[in-house]
């Protein structure tokens, strides 16, 4: 005898066909839509960890070299390419195709719901959540006229309705399933056009003195980072120079005294070759955009023309020096000057600017006011090999010193080098001079390249205004009934919420009152109504 308990059921085989039906559903359910757009977060969170190439190949290298173990590892991880990764582009494809998959069924059902009438009308409203009955005077209007006055007044307050034989059902809200498909939508559209922005777009940071400018291909760039489907020919063909930088300072408060009120940067514009020339201004948080580009202030600071000849009097170098601003109010700025032309010898110097220099009696020179009252620079110089030739990428505000020999500094014989403008010091043992010639303002600035941004811009709204739909539209549904009874028209009705209940009973006292006033109703023998 066979022992059934024992038995195994058969289950039926998927199949290839079924086994990718079932993927396709399990990838297309909202809960993997949800789950996916969370790992992205998550997976975009190394991006801002670790330094990217796209930023900065020099400093990625050099994070490798200073990690030698934990470095490589990462790099074959791709946490240096993040955005470019395989990784990080298989989850965001499978969420594109999960909102798209799962947004065309929803929609799709959606549109055949609306074509459909409302529920068809309980047989019993008293076991609805929300029921209530009416005695119609003698005088009243009959069953079907009644029921013809409830249509109206559902359809005043925003029901969808259909006239029945004895009953009018009635729904409204569809807009929250809308509106949540909407949302969804935009969502998608965010998405789409934030890789779109991904692909073409770039931004790069430019530094200008005075009287300089700017034109706009990539070897004009300090620091250059593009999408990984840019070309340099989407680079727009404009120029701009920089005329004047004004700043103003407070000269009234006590407390905030000498802080910089307002920039303004007056520049010169050239939006395409061969077009004319317009005057613009660029202020903090007041962009200038030229073609789509926008361009942004973001640093200022001191720039002093500076010469230096070499120990066989050629000149090595002349021109400005990008002084590295050191404190907040622009009091001192850092100096940093390779001149890898000199000769026998190559130079460096390195030391600061001060706007409005003041000796105390300790004999240290410091800045007493952000403007160039008494401008100085103090100066310590070396000689020997400055490193360039080595191939290895340097940092421009950093002069190594390992290989070079000092010449001037405070703890030496020779002493530091303290120059006014137009002062020129030779430097010992016949390795040349160096003048302070004069002193501009320089600025800092941001150029930021978007196509997407109003696709992303436009499909945000959308989402938000859906979202505000979905959260707040009430889904309902509402029927009455009309029947003869004593010479008495009667009237039911009843209100079901689908989804949450909260406002069901006010609407309803609501809708009683609407009833109230439409006819004359016999008032019922106790004071609660059934």
Not at 192 to 216: D, P, R, S
């Amino acid at each position: 005898m066979t022992n059934l308990s024992t038995q195994q059921p058969t289950l039926p085989s998927l199949g290839f066909r079924g086994t990718l039906r079932f993927i396709w559903n399990q990838l297309t359910s909202m809960r993997t839509a949800l789950m996916l757009l969370l790992l992205l977060a998550v997976a975009a969170v190394p991006g801002s960890l670790f330094p990217q190439r796209r930023a900065g190949a020099d400093v990625v290298e050099t994070w490798i070299e200073d990690n030698p173990t934990l470095g490589p590892i990462m790099d074959a991880l791709g946490m240096f390419d993040v955005y470019s990764s395989p990784w990080f582009s298989a989850i965001y494809l499978l969420l594109m195709v999960s909102l798209v998959g799962c947004l065309w069924p929803r929609g799709r059902q959606h549109l055949k719901t609306l074509r459909q009438p409302p529920a068809r009308t309980p047989r019993n409203l008293k076991r609805l959540p929300e029921y209530g009955q009416l005695v119609l005077e003698t005088n009243g209007p009959t069953p079907d006229e009644a029921l013809v006055d409830a249509e109206k007044i559902l359809k005043k307050a925003g029901y969808r309705t259909e006239l029945r034989d004895g009953s009018v059902g009635a729904e409204r809200g569809y807009t929250r399933e809308i509106g949540n498909i909407l949302f969804h939508f935009g969502l998608l559209g965010v998405i789409v056009f934030m890789g779109i922005g991904g692909l073409y777009k770039y931004e790069g940071q430019k530094i200008i003195v005075e009287g300089e400018g700017f034109t706009n291909n990539l070897v004009s760039y300090d620091s250059f980072t593009p999408g990984t489907a840019f070309s340099e020919e989407r680079l727009h063909p404009f120029s701009i120079s920089l005329e004047n930088f004004d700043v103003i300072f407070d000269r009234e408060s006590e407390s905030h005294y000498g802080q910089a009120l307002d920039y303004t940067a007056a520049m010169q514009v050239t939006p395409a070759p061969g077009a004319e020339t317009y005057a613009d201004e660029i202020k903090v948080n007041d962009p200038l955009t030229i073609n789509g580009v926008r361009i942004f202030l973001v640093g200022n600071g001191y720039a002093p023309n500076i010469t230096v000849t070499d120990g066989n009097g050629d000149v090595a170098y002349s021109g400005p020096v990008i002084a590295q601003i050191q404190d907040p109010n622009v009091n001192s700025s850092l100096v940093v000057l390779k001149v890898p032309d000199a000769r026998p010898e190559q130079l460096g110097f390195v030391g600061l600017f001060l706007p409005t220099s003041y000796t105390g009696d300790d004999g240290v020179a410091i800045s007493i006011d952000p403007d160039a009252y008494n401008p100085e620079l103090i100066l310590n110089s070396y000689y020997g090999d400055i490193g360039l030739d080595s191939g290895v990428p340097q940092n421009v505000y950093v002069l190594d010193t390992d290989a070079m020999t000092e010449l001037n500094s405070r703890n030496n014989d020779n002493g530091g080098i303290t120059l006014g403008v137009g002062d020129t010091y030779e430097l010992p043992d016949n390795m040349g001079t160096i003048t302070f010639d004069s002193w501009d303002r320089y600025i800092g600035l941001d150029l930021h390249y978007d196509p997407s941004k109003w696709g992303v811009a436009i499909f945000a709204s959308l989402a938000l205004v859906a979202l505000v739909i979905s959260l707040y539209v009430r889904r309902r549904r509402a029927w009455v009934k009309a029947f003869a009874q004593d010479g008495h028209t009667v009237i039911e009705y009843g209100l079901l919420a689908r989804g949450e209940t909260f406002g069901l009973r006010d609407e309803n006292i609501k809708l009683r009152q609407t009833f109230d006033n439409t006819w004359q109703v016999i008032p019922p023998d106790t004071s609660e109504d059934s």
